[in-house]
Protein backbone atom coordinates (compact mmCIF):
# COMPACT_ATOMS: atom_id res chain seq x y z
CA UNK A 1 0.00 0.00 0.00
CA UNK A 2 1.60 3.41 -0.71
CA UNK A 3 1.69 6.10 2.12
CA UNK A 4 -0.43 8.35 0.83
CA UNK A 5 0.69 12.02 1.39
CA UNK A 6 -1.96 12.36 4.24
CA UNK A 7 -0.20 9.36 6.45
CA UNK A 8 3.02 10.54 5.38
CA UNK A 9 1.79 14.15 7.05
CA UNK A 10 0.71 11.87 9.75
CA UNK A 11 3.96 9.28 10.00
CA UNK A 12 6.10 12.84 9.99
CA UNK A 13 4.46 14.01 12.96
CA UNK A 14 4.57 10.85 15.34
CA UNK A 15 7.90 10.91 14.44
CA UNK A 16 8.97 14.79 15.46
CA UNK A 17 6.75 14.10 18.44
CA UNK A 18 8.92 11.17 19.70
CA UNK A 19 12.42 12.95 18.15
CA UNK A 20 11.21 15.55 20.60
CA UNK A 21 10.61 13.15 23.47
CA UNK A 22 14.34 11.58 22.56
CA UNK A 23 12.76 8.65 21.58
CA UNK A 24 13.12 6.76 18.33
CA UNK A 25 10.57 4.02 18.66
CA UNK A 26 10.58 0.64 16.69
CA UNK A 27 8.99 0.76 13.24
CA UNK A 28 5.41 0.56 14.02
CA UNK A 29 4.87 4.50 14.98
CA UNK A 30 6.44 4.79 11.80
CA UNK A 31 4.79 2.90 8.28
CA UNK A 32 1.98 1.55 7.73
CA UNK A 33 1.13 -1.45 9.12
CA UNK A 34 0.48 -4.19 6.39
CA UNK A 35 -2.65 -4.70 5.82
CA UNK A 36 -4.77 -7.46 7.32
CA UNK A 37 -5.77 -9.99 3.93
CA UNK A 38 -7.62 -13.01 4.08
CA UNK A 39 -7.72 -15.36 1.45
CA UNK A 40 -10.63 -13.42 -0.52
CA UNK A 41 -9.16 -10.21 -0.19
CA UNK A 42 -5.12 -11.04 -0.42
CA UNK A 43 -3.94 -8.75 -3.41
CA UNK A 44 -2.22 -10.36 -6.40
CA UNK A 45 2.04 -10.29 -6.29
CA UNK A 46 3.02 -8.37 -8.91
CA UNK A 47 5.08 -9.78 -11.47
CA UNK A 48 8.42 -8.69 -11.87
CA UNK A 49 9.04 -6.07 -14.21
CA UNK A 50 12.42 -7.75 -15.88
CA UNK A 51 11.88 -4.83 -18.76
CA UNK A 52 12.82 -2.63 -15.82
CA UNK A 53 15.35 -4.76 -13.85
CA UNK A 54 17.68 -4.74 -17.02
CA UNK A 55 16.60 -0.91 -17.69
CA UNK A 56 18.24 -0.53 -14.12
CA UNK A 57 20.86 -2.68 -14.79
CA UNK A 58 21.75 -0.53 -18.11
CA UNK A 59 21.70 2.68 -15.83
CA UNK A 60 24.32 0.92 -13.26
CA UNK A 61 26.50 0.80 -16.54
CA UNK A 62 25.74 4.19 -18.12
CA UNK A 63 26.94 5.47 -14.85
CA UNK A 64 30.50 3.51 -15.24
CA UNK A 65 29.16 0.10 -14.04
CA UNK A 66 31.46 -2.14 -16.24
CA UNK A 67 28.75 -5.12 -15.72
CA UNK A 68 25.66 -5.72 -13.49
CA UNK A 69 23.55 -8.26 -13.20
CA UNK A 70 20.28 -9.28 -10.38
CA UNK A 71 18.55 -12.54 -10.34
CA UNK A 72 15.05 -12.57 -8.72
CA UNK A 73 13.34 -15.81 -7.24
CA UNK A 74 9.21 -15.71 -6.73
CA UNK A 75 6.25 -18.03 -7.18
CA UNK A 76 6.96 -18.46 -11.14
CA UNK A 77 10.65 -19.53 -10.31
CA UNK A 78 13.75 -17.75 -11.16
CA UNK A 79 14.78 -14.50 -13.45
CA UNK A 80 17.96 -13.56 -14.06
CA UNK A 81 19.37 -10.88 -15.77
CA UNK A 82 23.30 -9.80 -16.93
CA UNK A 83 24.78 -6.80 -18.70
CA UNK A 84 28.44 -5.36 -20.02
CA UNK A 85 31.20 -7.59 -18.76
CA UNK A 86 32.63 -9.05 -15.75
CA UNK A 87 36.56 -8.47 -16.96
CA UNK A 88 37.71 -5.58 -18.98
CA UNK A 89 40.70 -7.76 -20.43
CA UNK A 90 39.18 -10.21 -21.00
CA UNK A 91 35.97 -8.94 -21.97
CA UNK A 92 33.98 -11.82 -20.66
CA UNK A 93 30.19 -10.93 -20.42
CA UNK A 94 28.62 -10.85 -16.80
CA UNK A 95 27.51 -14.29 -15.71
CA UNK A 96 25.19 -14.63 -13.34
CA UNK A 97 26.82 -17.95 -11.85
CA UNK A 98 29.68 -15.65 -10.56
CA UNK A 99 30.98 -14.84 -7.57
CA UNK A 100 31.77 -11.25 -5.75
CA UNK A 101 32.72 -9.36 -2.92
CA UNK A 102 28.77 -8.64 -1.18
CA UNK A 103 30.20 -6.16 1.77
CA UNK A 104 28.05 -5.31 4.02
CA UNK A 105 25.80 -7.75 3.36
CA UNK A 106 28.46 -10.05 5.25
CA UNK A 107 26.90 -7.85 8.12
CA UNK A 108 23.16 -10.14 8.01
CA UNK A 109 25.53 -12.74 7.74
CA UNK A 110 27.49 -11.87 11.63
CA UNK A 111 23.98 -10.91 12.76
CA UNK A 112 22.62 -14.36 11.93
CA UNK A 113 25.59 -16.43 13.85
CA UNK A 114 25.39 -13.79 17.14
CA UNK A 115 21.70 -14.15 17.18
CA UNK A 116 21.99 -17.98 16.90
CA UNK A 117 24.42 -17.93 19.88
CA UNK A 118 21.51 -15.39 21.69
CA UNK A 119 19.21 -17.66 21.34
CA UNK A 120 20.88 -20.98 23.30
CA UNK A 121 21.34 -18.51 25.84
CA UNK A 122 25.34 -18.09 25.07
CA UNK A 123 24.41 -14.13 25.65
CA UNK A 124 21.83 -11.27 25.72
CA UNK A 125 21.04 -8.44 23.46
CA UNK A 126 20.88 -6.23 26.15
CA UNK A 127 23.77 -6.86 27.88
CA UNK A 128 26.83 -4.82 27.96
CA UNK A 129 29.37 -5.95 25.57
CA UNK A 130 31.96 -5.91 28.36
CA UNK A 131 30.51 -8.67 30.34
CA UNK A 132 31.39 -10.71 27.00
CA UNK A 133 34.85 -8.99 26.13
CA UNK A 134 36.17 -7.42 29.76
CA UNK A 135 37.69 -4.05 28.82
CA UNK A 136 37.06 -3.86 25.25
CA UNK A 137 34.75 -0.68 25.25
CA UNK A 138 35.42 2.29 27.41
CA UNK A 139 31.52 2.38 28.44
CA UNK A 140 29.72 -0.20 29.65
CA UNK A 141 26.74 1.05 28.95
CA UNK A 142 27.42 0.41 25.07
CA UNK A 143 25.23 -3.46 24.73
CA UNK A 144 25.01 -6.04 22.33
CA UNK A 145 22.02 -4.44 20.59
CA UNK A 146 23.94 -1.28 20.17
CA UNK A 147 26.20 -2.75 18.16
CA UNK A 148 23.99 -4.35 15.75
CA UNK A 149 21.71 -0.83 15.28
CA UNK A 150 24.15 0.99 14.54
CA UNK A 151 23.75 2.52 17.85
CA UNK A 152 27.30 2.43 20.15
CA UNK A 153 28.59 5.30 19.16
CA UNK A 154 31.89 3.52 18.31
CA UNK A 155 33.20 5.37 14.98
CA UNK A 156 33.28 4.27 11.56
CA UNK A 157 37.23 3.78 11.15
CA UNK A 158 36.76 3.31 7.49
CA UNK A 159 35.90 7.28 6.91
CA UNK A 160 39.40 8.53 7.34
CA UNK A 161 41.33 5.34 5.48
CA UNK A 162 39.43 5.73 2.57
CA UNK A 163 39.52 10.07 2.87
CA UNK A 164 41.27 9.63 -0.19
CA UNK A 165 39.70 6.21 -2.28
CA UNK A 166 42.64 4.94 -4.30
CA UNK A 167 45.60 5.71 -1.87
CA UNK A 168 43.07 4.86 0.81
CA UNK A 169 42.80 1.56 -0.43
CA UNK A 170 45.92 1.15 -1.60
CA UNK A 171 47.22 1.44 1.87
CA UNK A 172 45.21 -1.66 3.08
CA UNK A 173 44.65 -4.09 0.04
CA UNK A 174 47.31 -6.28 1.32
CA UNK A 175 47.14 -5.33 5.16
CA UNK A 176 46.59 -7.98 7.98
CA UNK A 177 44.52 -6.28 10.69
CA UNK A 178 43.55 -8.01 13.88
CA UNK A 179 40.32 -6.93 15.14
CA UNK A 180 41.98 -5.12 18.08
CA UNK A 181 43.71 -2.92 15.85
CA UNK A 182 40.66 -2.05 14.02
CA UNK A 183 38.94 -1.16 17.56
CA UNK A 184 41.78 0.71 18.45
CA UNK A 185 41.54 2.87 15.10
CA UNK A 186 37.88 3.57 16.39
CA UNK A 187 38.60 4.18 19.64
CA UNK A 188 41.18 6.78 18.63
CA UNK A 189 38.22 8.99 17.61
CA UNK A 190 35.62 10.56 19.21
CA UNK A 191 33.09 8.66 19.69
CA UNK A 192 30.04 9.83 17.58
CA UNK A 193 27.06 9.34 20.57
CA UNK A 194 25.92 8.29 23.79
CA UNK A 195 25.03 5.16 23.58
CA UNK A 196 21.64 4.04 22.39
CA UNK A 197 20.73 7.61 21.32
CA UNK A 198 20.89 7.29 17.61
CA UNK A 199 21.55 5.70 14.60
CA UNK A 200 25.52 6.00 13.66
CA UNK A 201 26.44 3.86 10.46
CA UNK A 202 30.05 2.04 11.61
CA UNK A 203 31.76 -0.82 10.26
CA UNK A 204 33.68 -1.12 13.98
CA UNK A 205 30.26 -2.49 15.42
CA UNK A 206 30.47 -5.22 13.26
CA UNK A 207 33.78 -5.68 14.00
CA UNK A 208 32.96 -6.16 17.62
CA UNK A 209 30.31 -8.53 16.63
CA UNK A 210 33.06 -10.75 15.00
CA UNK A 211 34.93 -10.52 18.05
CA UNK A 212 31.86 -11.58 20.33
CA UNK A 213 31.60 -14.66 17.89
CA UNK A 214 35.00 -15.34 17.96
CA UNK A 215 34.71 -15.42 22.35
CA UNK A 216 31.72 -16.92 22.57
CA UNK A 217 32.15 -20.10 19.93
CA UNK A 218 36.43 -20.39 20.99
CA UNK A 219 36.38 -20.51 17.24
CA UNK A 220 36.75 -17.96 13.88
CA UNK A 221 34.46 -16.41 12.63
CA UNK A 222 34.39 -18.54 9.43
CA UNK A 223 33.80 -22.03 11.12
CA UNK A 224 30.70 -20.57 12.76
CA UNK A 225 29.55 -18.92 9.60
CA UNK A 226 30.15 -22.54 7.74
CA UNK A 227 28.62 -24.47 10.78
CA UNK A 228 25.11 -22.41 11.19
CA UNK A 229 24.60 -20.82 7.67
CA UNK A 230 26.20 -22.03 4.93
CA UNK A 231 26.42 -25.90 5.42
CA UNK A 232 22.70 -26.32 6.11
CA UNK A 233 21.73 -23.27 3.55
CA UNK A 234 23.89 -25.97 0.84
CA UNK A 235 25.61 -22.18 -0.16
CA UNK A 236 28.91 -23.45 -2.26
CA UNK A 237 29.58 -20.13 -4.05
CA UNK A 238 30.16 -18.23 -0.22
CA UNK A 239 32.73 -18.06 1.26
CA UNK A 240 34.63 -15.97 4.36
CA UNK A 241 38.68 -16.57 3.23
CA UNK A 242 40.20 -13.82 5.44
CA UNK A 243 43.39 -13.04 5.11
CA UNK A 244 43.37 -14.24 1.71
CA UNK A 245 42.76 -11.92 -1.22
CA UNK A 246 41.66 -14.27 -3.63
CA UNK A 247 37.80 -14.90 -4.82
CA UNK A 248 38.13 -18.40 -6.35
CA UNK A 249 36.42 -19.83 -8.99
CA UNK A 250 34.41 -18.29 -11.69
CA UNK A 251 33.55 -14.31 -10.30
CA UNK A 252 33.49 -11.10 -11.75
CA UNK A 253 36.59 -8.49 -11.37
CA UNK A 254 35.82 -5.64 -9.52
CA UNK A 255 36.85 -1.84 -10.97
CA UNK A 256 36.74 0.99 -7.71
CA UNK A 257 36.18 4.53 -9.50
CA UNK A 258 39.64 7.05 -8.58
CA UNK A 259 38.31 10.17 -6.92
CA UNK A 260 39.66 12.07 -9.76
CA UNK A 261 37.01 12.64 -12.46
CA UNK A 262 37.94 10.94 -16.18
CA UNK A 263 40.58 8.75 -13.75
CA UNK A 264 41.21 5.25 -15.04
CA UNK A 265 39.44 2.56 -12.99
CA UNK A 266 41.42 0.69 -10.83
CA UNK A 267 41.20 -3.67 -10.63
CA UNK A 268 40.30 -3.91 -6.84
CA UNK A 269 39.51 -7.94 -6.96
CA UNK A 270 42.03 -8.87 -4.96
CA UNK A 271 42.39 -7.49 -1.48
CA UNK A 272 42.35 -8.89 2.10
CA UNK A 273 39.29 -7.45 3.25
CA UNK A 274 40.98 -7.19 6.54
CA UNK A 275 39.97 -3.52 7.67
CA UNK A 276 35.95 -5.05 7.18
CA UNK A 277 36.53 -8.70 8.22
CA UNK A 278 32.99 -10.01 9.92
CA UNK A 279 31.81 -6.10 8.74
CA UNK A 280 32.35 -6.81 5.05
CA UNK A 281 34.79 -9.72 3.79
CA UNK A 282 32.15 -12.49 2.69
CA UNK A 283 32.24 -13.44 -0.79
CA UNK A 284 29.30 -14.80 -2.25
CA UNK A 285 26.92 -15.37 -5.75
CA UNK A 286 23.52 -14.43 -7.15
CA UNK A 287 21.83 -17.73 -6.17
CA UNK A 288 23.34 -17.77 -2.94
CA UNK A 289 22.47 -14.58 -2.01
CA UNK A 290 18.96 -15.23 -3.29
CA UNK A 291 19.18 -18.62 -1.35
CA UNK A 292 20.30 -16.67 2.44
CA UNK A 293 18.17 -13.76 2.58
CA UNK A 294 14.58 -16.18 1.35
CA UNK A 295 16.27 -18.32 4.07
CA UNK A 296 16.31 -16.16 6.88
CA UNK A 297 13.10 -14.32 5.74
CA UNK A 298 11.01 -17.57 5.90
CA UNK A 299 12.34 -18.29 9.41
CA UNK A 300 14.21 -21.13 8.36
CA UNK A 301 18.52 -19.75 10.11
CA UNK A 302 16.07 -18.30 13.99
CA UNK A 303 13.79 -18.23 15.70
CA UNK A 304 10.18 -16.38 15.84
CA UNK A 305 11.46 -14.11 18.44
CA UNK A 306 14.80 -13.59 17.32
CA UNK A 307 13.11 -12.58 13.70
CA UNK A 308 10.95 -10.46 15.26
CA UNK A 309 14.56 -8.68 16.93
CA UNK A 310 15.89 -8.35 13.75
CA UNK A 311 13.17 -7.18 11.97
CA UNK A 312 11.75 -4.41 14.30
CA UNK A 313 13.23 -1.27 12.97
CA UNK A 314 13.90 2.26 13.36
CA UNK A 315 14.27 5.03 10.24
CA UNK A 316 17.93 5.62 9.34
CA UNK A 317 17.34 8.63 7.40
CA UNK A 318 14.64 11.10 6.64
CA UNK A 319 13.25 9.54 3.90
CA UNK A 320 10.56 7.47 5.61
CA UNK A 321 11.59 4.45 3.39
CA UNK A 322 14.87 3.17 5.01
CA UNK A 323 14.97 1.90 8.23
CA UNK A 324 17.75 -0.59 9.82
CA UNK A 325 16.66 -3.85 12.36
CA UNK A 326 19.71 -5.87 13.65
CA UNK A 327 22.44 -6.14 10.99
CA UNK A 328 19.20 -6.10 8.60
CA UNK A 329 17.41 -3.16 6.05
CA UNK A 330 14.33 -2.77 5.63
CA UNK A 331 13.17 -0.61 2.20
CA UNK A 332 9.33 0.32 2.01
CA UNK A 333 9.04 0.75 -1.74
CA UNK A 334 6.78 2.93 -3.65
CA UNK A 335 4.12 0.05 -3.95
CA UNK A 336 3.85 -0.23 -0.20
CA UNK A 337 6.01 -3.98 -0.28
CA UNK A 338 8.60 -3.53 2.65
CA UNK A 339 11.87 -5.66 1.52
CA UNK A 340 14.25 -6.96 4.14
CA UNK A 341 17.95 -7.76 3.43
CA UNK A 342 21.11 -5.40 2.96
CA UNK A 343 22.98 -3.53 0.64
CA UNK A 344 27.14 -3.70 0.52
CA UNK A 345 30.28 -1.51 -1.10
CA UNK A 346 33.60 -2.89 -0.95
CA UNK A 347 36.04 -1.37 -3.53
CA UNK A 348 34.66 -2.61 -6.86
CA UNK A 349 31.90 -4.58 -5.91
CA UNK A 350 27.87 -2.96 -5.07
CA UNK A 351 25.36 -5.37 -4.12
CA UNK A 352 21.64 -6.05 -3.24
CA UNK A 353 19.87 -8.53 -1.50
CA UNK A 354 16.60 -8.32 -0.28
CA UNK A 355 13.42 -10.39 0.23
CA UNK A 356 9.84 -9.86 1.01
CA UNK A 357 9.01 -10.58 4.83
CA UNK A 358 7.40 -13.95 3.39
CA UNK A 359 10.82 -14.80 1.85
CA UNK A 360 8.49 -15.66 -0.77
CA UNK A 361 9.92 -13.14 -3.12
CA UNK A 362 13.71 -12.08 -3.53
CA UNK A 363 16.36 -10.18 -5.41
CA UNK A 364 20.35 -10.18 -5.63
CA UNK A 365 21.67 -7.68 -7.60
CA UNK A 366 25.58 -6.59 -8.38
CA UNK A 367 27.34 -3.98 -10.32
CA UNK A 368 31.53 -4.24 -10.50
CA UNK A 369 32.77 -0.62 -9.47
CA UNK A 370 32.28 1.74 -6.54
CA UNK A 371 32.68 4.84 -5.37
CA UNK A 372 30.39 6.04 -8.14
CA UNK A 373 27.04 6.96 -5.96
CA UNK A 374 25.14 7.29 -9.40
CA UNK A 375 26.24 3.58 -10.55
CA UNK A 376 24.52 2.37 -6.73
CA UNK A 377 21.74 4.39 -7.17
CA UNK A 378 20.99 3.14 -10.35
CA UNK A 379 21.59 -0.46 -9.35
CA UNK A 380 18.85 0.30 -6.48
CA UNK A 381 16.23 0.36 -9.30
CA UNK A 382 16.17 -3.08 -9.32
CA UNK A 383 14.30 -3.55 -6.72
CA UNK A 384 11.48 -1.44 -7.33
CA UNK A 385 10.91 -3.08 -10.48
CA UNK A 386 11.06 -6.94 -9.48
CA UNK A 387 9.27 -6.30 -6.15
CA UNK A 388 6.62 -3.69 -7.82
CA UNK A 389 6.40 -4.84 -11.50
CA UNK A 390 5.75 -2.41 -14.07
CA UNK A 391 4.40 0.88 -13.56
CA UNK A 392 1.36 2.39 -15.08
CA UNK A 393 2.50 4.19 -18.06
CA UNK A 394 1.71 8.00 -16.20
CA UNK A 395 3.91 6.69 -13.22
CA UNK A 396 6.63 5.14 -15.11
CA UNK A 397 7.12 8.58 -16.95
CA UNK A 398 6.75 10.89 -13.87
CA UNK A 399 9.49 8.69 -12.52
CA UNK A 400 11.77 8.58 -15.64
CA UNK A 401 11.68 12.82 -15.26
CA UNK A 402 12.41 12.25 -11.50
CA UNK A 403 9.21 13.02 -9.90
CA UNK A 404 9.50 9.67 -7.34
CA UNK A 405 11.51 9.71 -4.30
CA UNK A 406 11.44 6.20 -3.76
CA UNK A 407 12.33 4.97 -7.41
CA UNK A 408 15.77 7.31 -7.28
CA UNK A 409 16.74 7.17 -3.80
CA UNK A 410 20.66 7.73 -3.57
CA UNK A 411 23.28 5.36 -1.44
CA UNK A 412 22.86 5.38 2.60
CA UNK A 413 25.73 7.52 2.55
CA UNK A 414 24.53 10.31 0.41
CA UNK A 415 21.69 11.18 2.68
CA UNK A 416 21.02 12.53 5.52
CA UNK A 417 21.08 10.32 8.35
CA UNK A 418 18.25 10.42 11.38
CA UNK A 419 19.46 10.09 14.64
S1 LIG B 1 29.42 1.86 3.57
C1 LIG B 1 27.68 1.68 3.15
C2 LIG B 1 27.55 0.17 2.89
N1 LIG B 1 28.47 -0.49 3.76
C3 LIG B 1 29.49 0.33 4.42
C4 LIG B 1 30.50 -0.71 4.06
C5 LIG B 1 29.39 -1.43 3.39
N2 LIG B 1 31.52 -0.37 3.16
C6 LIG B 1 32.53 0.44 3.46
O1 LIG B 1 32.66 0.90 4.57
C7 LIG B 1 33.49 0.74 2.33
C8 LIG B 1 33.82 2.17 2.35
C9 LIG B 1 34.73 2.58 1.21
C10 LIG B 1 34.18 2.25 -0.13
C11 LIG B 1 34.85 3.03 -1.27
C12 LIG B 1 34.21 2.50 -2.55
O2 LIG B 1 33.23 3.11 -3.01
O3 LIG B 1 34.65 1.46 -3.00
N3 LIG B 1 34.60 4.44 -1.12
C13 LIG B 1 35.55 5.32 -0.83
O4 LIG B 1 36.71 5.00 -0.64
C14 LIG B 1 35.08 6.76 -0.75
N4 LIG B 1 36.16 7.68 -0.46
C15 LIG B 1 26.84 2.19 4.29
C16 LIG B 1 27.37 2.45 1.87
C17 LIG B 1 26.14 -0.35 3.08
O5 LIG B 1 25.38 -0.19 2.12
O6 LIG B 1 25.80 -0.86 4.16
O7 LIG B 1 29.34 -2.27 2.61
Same mark, same amino acid.
Given at each position: ??????????????? %?????????????????????????????????????????????????????????????????????????????????????? %??????????????????????????????????????????????????????????????????????????????? $???????????????????????????????? %? $??????????????????????????????????????????????????????????????????????????????? %???????????????????????????????????????????????????????????????????????????????????????????????????????????????????????????? $???
Amino acid at each position: MPLTSHRRLAVSAAL %IASLAAGVVPATSAFAAPAPATTAATTPAVPAPDMDGVTAALNAAMANGAPGAMARFTGPEGVRSRAVGVQDRVTNAPMDIRSRFR %IGSVSKTFSTVVLLQLVQEGRLELDAPVNTYLPGLLPDDRITVRHLLTHRSGLADYTNAMFADTVPGFESVRNRVFSYQ $ELVDLSLSEPRTTEPGVSYKYSNANFVVVGML %I $EKLTGKPVSDAYQRRVLKPLKLRDTSYVHPDARITGPHARGYLHPDEPGGALVDSTEQTVSWAQSAGAVISSPADLNTF %ISALTRGRLLSPAMMEAMTSVTPTDTTNTRFYGLGLRRYDLSCGTRVYGHTGTVQGFYTYAFATRDGRRSLSAMANTSNRGAANTALGGTLEAAFCGKKPAAAASRAAVGDSAVTSLPAERDLP $ERG
